[in-house]
Structures are given as C-alpha cells and as structure tokens.
C-alpha cells in the first residue's frame, strides 16, 4: 500500500493505463472541529476530490470530456 502510494502521489503511474492517486486524511494534525470542515482542510470534500481528479486527468493526456 505505501508503495501504490509513494507511486502514486508522485505520478509515477501517469504515463501508464494507470493514473491514480489515493485520497487519504494526511499524516500531520488536524484541528478537531465538525467533520465537513475537517475533510475540507484536508481536500476530502467534493470539491477537493473532483480538484484531484481533473488534475490528475490533465496529467494523463485525457480530454475531461472523454472522460465523463
């Protein structure tokens, strides 16, 4: 799993058939509050994942309206 990740999160995966990247809480400390602002600091709201998901789009050469 930490490889995948490694891999992953540096685009190494890209130029594959394969671009991914994992949305996971990071490993640093998040203020406790309610849970939607949590996941919004951390890009774990829909907005932050559908960022993640056209970037990482982008990077693969994909058209955004292929892709839908």
Known sequence: AHVLSLAATNGW???SSCAIR????P???IEQ??????YEKAGLNC???IKTAVETL??????LHSAI
């Open 27 to 29: 490993d640093t400390f």
């Open 33 to 38: 509050g309610i849970p939607s602002a949590m």
């Open 47 to 49: 907005s932050g994942i």
């Open 13 to 15: 995966l890209d130029k």
């Open 22 to 25: 994992p949305l996971t809480l």
């Open 58 to 63: 982008k990077t693969t050469g994909v058209s």
